[in-house]
């Protein structure tokens, strides 16, 4: 599991209340999973008595259910509605500020965020979706400031998944489910029997120096292979597949494929699917003022292709039909992506299916412009 020059190390269900302290006292704010309002959502915590102990979800097209395990995990479940760009890639955020004194009209940015967020269970695929929105938001001319801010200051602290979600696919992907980069300390959930320890790997300074403070022992052989064998399993009980080495050009000679109006049929451009996305990032911008006309703000927030709005240029809109809109985001997301960043815009967490209302599967309308029967496996 570890790099060959650092072991691997196992902490308890103790330590791991421990870590938390540590990393509140170098200063982060804990953001990890919490049950609300009937399903696992990322929020504050303070300690391990807020995550979902003993919880899971059940989880299919159109579908999202929590179950009790028969074990007490604090992370055996697979992803929820929301995902970390709801931190880093805020839903709604002022812009600046303008402000009028007689004459005089003064415009205040506002500042980037100063306090530093420490997530506390990123999934691989969570973290492939961050490296993603970096290229989108931080890797080119055009940097946003509150973004880099905000990911600058981040720790990520992530999690091999225990278990396969029903609709998640991100080993077509290869997005998961190992972690493999992009975290300061990964840890996998191990429980036999009455024993219920983490596995612990560290992948930057600040990892090491944070897992220096909580008490540790070497993992064994035994801990480490049962990891690896947990990894596997969850790897070859995925809820979907899709094949994705060819989808960029699958998709840009199918553009009138006649599936797109049998998926246009059931589409309810309700904007679910980009929502819940980890991501999307089209945002609209809002200005508004107070009745007397001195103090006025703008305010950027989440937007979505789906929208009749979104691609409204002088005259009307471009993309008028479910159709069109349909296709715009799923040809963008799995094909025209990868020419404007050079990866997919997918990583294989399942949301959009779980998520849409009226079951819309991704995977199916990949698999139906190939016209290959939904019962025949594809290759991973």
């Known amino acids: 599991m570890a790099k060959a020059d650092e072991a691997a190390a196992v902490i308890t269900v103790e330590g791991l209340q421990d870590l938390l302290r540590a990393i509140r006292a170098r200063g982060y704010r804990p953001i990890g999973p919490t049950m609300q309002n009937e399903a696992i959502v990322y929020d504050d915590i303070e300690s391990v008595d807020d995550l979902p102990r003993g919880w899971t979800d059940e989880q299919d097209g159109g579908r999202y259910r929590l179950a009790r395990r028969a074990d007490e995990?604090?992370?055996?479940?697979?992803?929820?509605?929301?995902s970390w760009k709801?931190?880093?890639?805020?839903?709604?955020?002022?812009?600046?500020?303008?402000?009028?004194?007689?004459?005089?009209?003064?415009?205040?940015?506002?500042?980037?965020?100063?306090?530093r967020l420490a997530f506390i269970g990123v999934r691989a695929c969570e973290i492939r979706a961050i490296e993603i929105q970096d290229r989108v938001l931080v890797g080119d001319l055009y940097v946003d400031p509150h973004y880099k801010a905000r990911r600058e200051g981040a720790l990520i602290v992530a999690l091999n998944c225990g278990k396969a979600g029903g609709t998640c696919f991100c080993v077509s992907m290869h997005a998961g489910p190992r972690v493999k980069q992009g975290f300061d300390i990964a840890l996998t959930e191990l429980l036999e029997g009455t024993e219920h320890v983490f596995l612990v790997e560290t992948g930057s300074d600040e990892g090491r120096a944070l897992l220096a403070q909580v008490p540790h022992d070497l993992a064994s052989s035994r801990e480490i292979d049962a990891a690896e064998a947990l990894i596997e399993q969850t790897a070859s009980s995925m809820g979907r597949q899709m094949r994705s080495d060819d989808l960029n050009e699958l998709l840009m000679n199918n553009l009138e494929h006649p599936r797109w109006n049998e998926v246009a049929t059931r589409c309810l451009t309700c904007t679910n699917c980009t929502l819940v996305c980890p991501t999307c990032f089209c945002t609209s911008v809002e200005d508004a003022s107070d009745l007397t006309g001195e103090r006025a703000e703008r305010w950027r927030r989440w937007d979505s292709c789906f929208t009749m709005d979104f691609s409204y240029i002088h005259g009307g809109s471009v993309r008028t039909s479910a159709k069109s809109r349909y296709?715009?985001?799923?040809?963008?997301?799995?094909?025209?992506?990868?020419?404007?960043?050079?990866?997919?815009?997918?990583?294989?967490?399942?949301?959009?299916?779980?998520?849409?209302?009226?079951?819309?599967?991704?995977?199916?309308?990949?698999?139906?412009?190939?016209?290959?029967?939904?019962s025949v496996e594809e290759p991973r």
């Open 73 to 82: 995990a604090l992370f055996g479940y697979s992803v929820g509605p929301q």
């Open 86 to 115: 709801k931190f880093l890639h805020a839903p709604r955020l002022r812009l600046w500020t303008a402000e009028r004194r007689g004459e005089d009209t003064s415009v205040t940015p506002e500042a980037p965020p100063s306090d």
């Open 327 to 374: 296709r715009q985001w799923m040809t963008h997301k799995l094909a025209t992506w990868i020419d404007q960043f050079g990866s997919s815009g997918c990583v294989g967490c399942g949301r959009c299916i779980t998520w849409c209302p009226v079951g819309i599967d991704i995977t199916e309308e990949v698999r139906a412009m190939r016209g290959c029967d939904a």
